[in-house]
């Protein structure tokens, strides 16, 4: 089973150990290597797909992660040359790339993150309104649509599990708004994880990736989008041909579900998991170290409801061999819910087979729907979801704190307030707030007193307090 977001920079240092080799590869010595063909064709026919992004926020609103993470985006603003933002704004460049009719354009969730205007910059110089479809945090991924799409071509979607180690990749994209830049590299690597989320699987290229090219397409030599170019690797804030791409076998199931609904669904199975190393495997009775085991379960989650137990070692999953907890996490992920999954466990001592349906992930709009007379919506005007817990280890927060907001609606109480995508939700009232159900408690509680609902939120590592006023 495989171990399937302007960019972020891991700010680490790196060293290196160079191996000299006696002999000389004997493909090297093959006389009738032909070397690669020129790329013009397929910059020519697909630079008309990809555009630049010119997001506007305001000034405290700048995505990354939380202070002391190992990933740090590195700024993108001011990436536009000849550009100023207003005082109390700020202006972030990216790049994006169009794949249907429609005018729908991938980019990455940090380009857009908080953004109150977003501008689609063409190549002739010209300016387009684009409006948020829908973003994924967990895996960087943002949909915007352009109304006019006259001049604008489509970039095809490619499989990235088709791809090898070695295969050439070309990069189109903005970097430091200078649109229109090709870069060529081969693919470094497939599957890299690098802390960035739970869905971490990237490729991994040589190919220049800059501030400004994310969101932009990595295509393959095909002229197809095999991944969304997203992060590098730089210990000292610059390219050094280590870059990062979501695969498009992540990215555009994602872009599908954001079209159709908005919101990404992620199946959930509420188990804690460790891989199976040799001690363990002679401790629990097994032949070698294989599958994962199960070191916790959630109360009331689809894998108790099923009868999977703590000491359980799932060895497969759909028929797929349990490689890793990772590998278990994008496979139920990716399944949609209330799919039914055959499970294989190892438990004392015997195989048994159990069926398991993994339920969706709480991503709910919080709403106050007898409320109808203060507010015509009946509606706060969000839409959150469970606090990913890498986010909750980088915040040192507890269980049972916190919910992230996923999408404010506009004009709504949330965006008058402030909120912002990305907004960690602590407390509403006196009270913590760990899930949709208890905000919306708080905010109809509220609505009794007939005061604003008051917030603790955290924001990019800092506390703050916010007024909702219904």
């Not at 590098?232 to 079209?259: K, R």
């Not at 703590?310 to 994008?330: H, N, Q, T």
Request: hydrophobic share 40%.
């Amino acid at each position: 089973m495989k171990d399937g977001r302007t960019h972020r920079t891991v700010r680490a240092v790196a060293s290196a150990a160079i191996l000299c080799l006696g002999t000389v590869p004997s493909f090297a010595q093959q006389t009738d290597f032909t070397p690669p063909a020129d790329f013009t064709p397929i910059v020519a026919e697909l630079s008309s797909s990809v555009i630049g992004i010119l997001a506007r926020r305001p000034a405290d609103m700048q995505p990354g992660m939380p202070e002391g993470d190992r990933f740090n985006r590195p700024s993108p603003f001011g990436g536009m040359p000849g550009r100023e933002a207003p005082q109390r704004e700020i202006a972030a460049g990216g790049s994006g790339f169009m794949i249907s009719e429609d005018g729908h354009i991938v980019t990455n969730n940090h380009v857009v993150e908080g953004a109150s205007d977003i501008q689609i910059l063409l190549a002739d110089g010209t300016t387009r309104g684009g409006e948020l479809v829908g973003t994924d945090p967990a895996t960087d991924i943002a949909v915007l649509q352009v109304s006019n799409t006259e001049g604008i071509g489509i970039a095809p979607w490619g499989d990235s599990d088709e791809m090898q180690p070695g295969a050439w990749t070309i990069a189109i994209g903005s970097p430091f708004g200078l649109g229109g830049t090709v870069t060529v590299g081969v693919l470094s690597a497939t599957s890299r994880v690098i802390g960035a989320g739970p869905y971490d699987a990237f490729l991994q290229t040589d190919a220049s990736i800059n501030s400004g090219n994310s969101g932009g397409p990595l295509f393959n030599t095909s002229g197809e989008v095999i991944g969304v170019n997203t992060a590098i690797f730089s210990p000292g804030g610059g390219n050094i041909g280590i870059g990062f791409a979501v695969p498009s076998s992540i990215a555009e199931d994602v872009v599908q579900q954001l079209i159709e609904t908005g919101v990404v669904a992620r199946g959930f199975i509420g188990v804690s998991l460790q891989a199976v190393d040799e001690t363990l495997a002679r401790a629990l009775g097994l032949d070698g170290p294989e599958g994962v085991i199960v070191t916790s379960v959630e109360p009331g989650m689809p894998a108790d409801n099923a009868g999977i137990e703590e000491g359980d070692v799932i060895l497969s999953i759909d028929g797929e061999a349990a490689e890793s907890p990772r590998g278990i996490s994008l496979a139920v992920a990716g399944t949609e819910p209330g799919t039914e999954l055959p499970v294989t466990v190892f438990r004392d001592g015997g195989r048994i087979e159990i069926m398991l349906t993994p339920a969706e992930r709480d991503t709910v709009r919080t709403a106050s729907a007898a409320d109808t007379e203060r507010m015509e919506s009946g509606q706060m005007g969000l839409a959150v979801s469970p606090l990913p817990e890498l986010v909750r280890r980088n915040l040192g927060l507890s269980q049972g704190v916190g919910i992230m907001v996923q999408r404010v609606e506009p004009d709504s109480p949330a965006s008058e307030a402030g909120l912002m995508q990305g907004d960690v939700i602590l407390r509403a009232g006196d009270e913590a707030v760990d899930s949709a159900e208890s905000l919306s408690d708080a905010w109809n509680a509220a609505g009794q007193t007939e005061r604003p609902l008051l917030l603790q939120v955290n924001r990019n590592g800092n506390t703050r307090f916010v007024a909702v006023e219904r």
